[in-house]
């Protein structure tokens, strides 16, 4: 019959002793298990962000819902803005061209050549319909009277 040398044995029972410490080290501490996988809520450091918009009249609903990576990608150690699509591209992911009637009919130039957040904040406004001026003052922005 085989035998395991007194080495063999020692080696074993070490890496049994070291496997049951791995498996079981953390399911005794959840917290410490936890704590390393906890990640920061975007408004956790975005404290400005909540008080400039999170109080205004018009507040876009996802915004509203505190979903930022609907829109926004999660930036590291280095802080950028960095958007999960760009330009108007962005909007028409939830805003469809067709039920906006931007595919076919009249449009105005503005919306179709130009930037939908010329005209609306992405996140909040003190006016109707997230739009950056009200009434007749927006269109002043880019036509004279
Ligand atoms: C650990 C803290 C922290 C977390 C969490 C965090 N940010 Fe930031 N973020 C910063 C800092 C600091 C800056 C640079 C200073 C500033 O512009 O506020 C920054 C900058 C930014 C900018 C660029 C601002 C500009 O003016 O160009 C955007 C956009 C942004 N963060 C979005 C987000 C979003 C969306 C989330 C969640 C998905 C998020 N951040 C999570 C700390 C954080
Ligand atoms: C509908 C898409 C959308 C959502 C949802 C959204 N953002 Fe933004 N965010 C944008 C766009 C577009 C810009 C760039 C605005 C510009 O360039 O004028 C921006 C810019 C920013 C900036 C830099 C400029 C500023 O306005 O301060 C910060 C910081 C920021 N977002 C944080 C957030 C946080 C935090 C959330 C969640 C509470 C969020 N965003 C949700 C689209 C969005
Ligand atoms: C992840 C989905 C999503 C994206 C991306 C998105 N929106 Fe919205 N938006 C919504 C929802 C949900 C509403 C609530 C009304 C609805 O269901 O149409 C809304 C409403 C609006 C309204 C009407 C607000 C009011 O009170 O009348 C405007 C204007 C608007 N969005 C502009 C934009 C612009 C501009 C962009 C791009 C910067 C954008 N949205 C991107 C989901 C989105
Ligand atoms: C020239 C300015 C301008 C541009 C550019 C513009 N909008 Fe608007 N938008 C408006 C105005 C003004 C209203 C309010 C209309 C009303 O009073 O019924 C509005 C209303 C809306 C609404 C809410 C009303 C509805 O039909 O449900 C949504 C959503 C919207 N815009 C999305 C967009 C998106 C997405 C873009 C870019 C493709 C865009 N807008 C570009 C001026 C603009
Ligand atoms: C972000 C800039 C911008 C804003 C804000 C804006 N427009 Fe325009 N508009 C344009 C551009 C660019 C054109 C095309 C070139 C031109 O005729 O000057 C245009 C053209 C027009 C036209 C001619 C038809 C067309 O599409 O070419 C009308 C009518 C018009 N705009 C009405 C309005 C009204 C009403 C408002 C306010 C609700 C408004 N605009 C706000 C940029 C804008």
Avoid at 11 to 25: D, K, M, R, S, Y
Avoid at 115 to 135: F, I, M, V, Y
């Amino acid at each position: 019959m085989y035998t395991l040398s007194s080495k063999q044995r020692m080696f074993l029972i070490g890496l049994l002793v070291f496997l049951a410490g791995a498996a079981f080290l953390p399911a005794l501490n959840p917290a410490l298990a936890q704590r390393k996988f906890e990640r920061k809520e975007c408004l956790d450091c975005h404290t400005k962000f909540a008080d400039k918009y999170l109080g205004m009249k018009t507040i876009h609903t996802i915004v509203k819902e505190k979903k930022c990576d609907d829109c926004h990608l999660r930036h590291g150690k280095v802080p950028a803005l960095i958007l999960k699509k760009s330009g108007n591209e962005l909007c028409y992911t939830c805003h469809s061209k067709e039920k906006m009637g931007v595919a076919k009919g009249k449009v105005h130039t503005a919306v179709r050549v130009g930037k939908c957040t010329n005209c609306h904040d992405p996140h909040a406004t003190q006016t109707s319909h997230l739009l950056k001026h009200e009434g007749a003052s927006l269109c002043t922005q880019c036509h004279q009277k």
